[in-house]
C-alpha cells in the first residue's frame, strides 16, 4: 500500500492504480485535458467531480514542490493547490517507482498552446504578456524566486478581456523572506532563454502572427516587467506643494490591481521635500472589495468590470447615499444571478460566472451602439447565449474532441504529438535494444545513431581514424 503525504486527503484517490507506471494507466482513470509540455509524465484523473493532475518526479522534489506550492496558496499568490505527495509506490514485481505528486484541476484555465492553437491576434499575445508580467512580479514581492520561469509552466485563466496567469510548476522555486536585486535578475535571465524558445516554437509551428517577432516579445516583457516593478517598490521625491502625488501614487496602484497597505512617507528637516515608497503591496485590490460586497470570488478584471457595474447599478436606483453593502445585495439578485440562472444547462461549461457576466455586458453595448439606444440586459443576455455562447468551446474541462486535441497520437499525454499514419519511430539505441541484430534491422541511419556499434566498426578497421 502506497503512502500518502496530505494536508486534505481525498480518499477516493486511495482506490487509483498506484502500482502501475503513470504512463500506463489505463484510459478508463484519466481524463483528456490539453497542457503544456512537461519532462515529467504528466496525466488528468477525474475523482467524482474533482479532476486531478498527477506528476510522476522524484521524491525530493516531490515533496518540495508540495510544501512550496502549500506555502503559495497561504500567501494567497496565483498557483495551483496541491493535495497531496504519493510515495513507496511499488509494481507487481515489487520493483520501485516514482512518486507523484497530486495537484488540483485548475477550474476554466488552459496552455498557452492551446490558446495559440486556436489562433491568437497580436493584442490577444499583449495581454498574455501582461498576465505573465504580473504573475512574475507578484511572485517577487512575496519573496518567491521561480527558477523556471516559462509559458509552459503557467496556466492562463481569462479574465474580462484579459487574462490571469497561475504557477503550475515550482519544483525549482524557492521562498525567501526578501530576493535581491541579483535573484529577480536571474529570474529575468532564465525568462529571456525560456520565452524566447517558446515563442520561437510558435514561430516555427505557424502559430505566431507573422507581425509578432519572438526577440521583440521578449524584450517587451523585460521592460514591462521592469517599468511594474518601478512603479510598485519605486522611491518618489517630491516638493511640499504636491502633497496630491501621495494620493495619486496609491490610484496607479489601485488601478494595477495593488492595495498598498503601508506608506514609508519622509521629509527632509526644513519639509521642502517628501519623499514615498510603498512599504507593503499586495494584489487583489478589486477581487478582495467584490468578495466583500458580494460574496464573488473572480479575477482581478473581472472584479474591476463587475464593481463598475454595481456602480452603475447604484447611480440608476438612486442610491448614491445608501449603504453600500445592501445595494451590493440588490445588485447581485436583480442583475448578476438572473443574467447567469438564464444559461441553459448544456452551455454552463463555456465560461465561468463572472466572465460570463462580463461579456454579456461587452455584447449589450455593441447591441446598443448598433440600436442607437440602451438594449435590456436581459435581452443582451438572451442573443448572447445564442449568437456567441453556444459555439464557443468549453472551458471548464476540455474534452478530447475539443478542437485542440484532435489528431494527438495520445490525447492523454499531448506532448507525443500528432498522429501520422506515415510515422515511423527514428532508432534510438538508447532506448531500443542495442543488440547488433536489432541495428542490422535498423533503417540505415541507425548505425551513425548506435555507438556501441560505432565503437564496434571502428575497432574491425571499418571507420576511418
Not at 500567501?75 to 509494481?91: F, H, K
Not at 514485481?93 to 496552455?111: E, V
Not at 438564464?342 to 463555456?350: H, S, Y
Request: glycine residues 6%.
Amino acid at each position: 500500500m502506497p503512502r500518502f503525504l496530505s494536508a486534505q486527503t481525498d480518499t477516493r484517490l486511495i482506490t487509483l492504480p498506484w502500482s502501475v507506471p503513470l504512463a500506463d494507466w489505463p484510459a478508463e482513470s484519466l481524463v483528456a485535458l490539453p497542457r503544456g509540455i512537461s519532462r515529467h509524465v504528466v496525466r488528468f484523473v477525474r475523482v467524482g467531480r474533482e479532476v486531478y493532475a498527477l506528476k510522476e518526479v522524484l521524491e525530493h522534489l516531490a515533496i518540495h514542490e508540495y510544501r512550496t506550492l502549500r506555502d503559495l496558496t497561504r500567501l494567497d499568490t496565483p498557483s495551483v493547490e496541491a493535495q497531496g505527495v504519493v510515495t513507496e509506490r511499488y509494481d507487481s514485481a515489487g520493483n520501485p517507482l516514482d512518486p507523484i505528486l497530486i495537484t488540483r484541476h485548475l477550474q476554466f484555465s488552459l496552455p498557452y498552446r492551446s490558446l495559440f492553437s486556436r489562433g491568437v491576434r497580436q493584442d490577444t499575445v499583449n495581454r498574455l504578456v501582461d498576465a505573465m508580467v504580473v504573475l512574475l512580479a507578484r511572485l517577487h514581492l512575496i519573496g518567491f524566486l521561480w527558477g523556471d520561469v516559462s509559458l509552459s509552466n503557467t496556466l492562463f485563466r481569462r479574465d474580462a478581456g484579459a487574462f490571469a496567469a497561475y504557477l503550475v510548476d515550482a519544483e525549482t522555486g524557492e521562498l525567501h523572506d526578501q530576493l535581491s536585486d541579483g535573484q529577480r535578475e536571474h529570474d529575468l535571465t532564465i525568462a529571456r532563454t525560456n520565452l524566447f524558445g517558446e515563442f520561437c516554437d510558435l514561430e516555427a509551428g505557424g502559430l505566431l502572427d507573422d507581425a509578432l517577432d519572438p526577440l521583440v516579445l521578449v524584450e517587451t516583457i523585460e521592460s514591462r516587467y521592469r517599468e511594474l516593478w518601478a512603479e510598485l517598490t519605486g522611491v518618489e521625491e517630491f516638493d511640499g506643494t504636491e502633497m496630491h502625488r501621495i494620493e495619486s501614487r496609491v490610484r496607479r496602484l489601485n488601478a494595477l490591481g495593488f492595495d498598498v497597505a503601508e506608506l514609508d512617507i519622509t521629509t527632509d528637516f526644513d519639509g521642502s521635500t517628501i519623499r514615498i515608497q510603498p512599504k507593503v503591496v499586495d494584489a487583489g485590490h478589486h477581487s478582495r472589495r467584490l468578495i466583500r460586497l458580494t460574496g464573488l470570488d473572480t479575477e482581478e478584471n473581472q472584479a474591476r468590470r463587475l464593481l463598475n457595474d454595481l456602480d452603475s447599478y447604484r447611480a440608476r436606483t438612486d442610491q448614491q447615499n445608501a449603504d453600500e453593502a445592501i445595494v451590493a445585495h440588490q445588485w447581485l439578485t436583480d442583475r448578476f444571478e438572473p443574467v447567469v440562472t438564464m444559461v441553459p444547462g448544456d452551455l454552463r461549461g463555456k465560461l465561468e460566472p463572472a466572465e460570463l457576466y462580463h461579456e454579456v455586458l461587452e455584447h449589450r453595448w455593441f447591441l446598443s451602439e448598433d440600436a442607437g439606444k440602451e438594449i435590456p440586459v436581459e435581452e443582451a443576455a438572451s442573443s448572447y447565449m445564442r449568437e456567441v455562447l453556444a459555439k464557443l468551446p468549453d472551458e471548464q474541462i476540455a474534452l478530447a474532441s475539443e478542437t485542440t486535441m484532435l489528431g494527438l497520437a495520445n490525447p492523454f499525454d499531448p506532448s507525443q504529438g500528432f498522429a501520422d499514419d506515415d510515422y515511423v519511430k527514428p532508432y534510438d539505441p538508447w532506448e531500443d535494444d542495442a543488440s547488433e541484430e536489432a541495428a542490422e534491422e535498423a533503417p540505415q541511419a541507425a548505425a551513425f545513431l548506435d555507438i556501441a556499434a560505432l565503437r564496434n566498426r571502428k575497432s574491425k578497421g571499418d571507420l576511418p581514424t
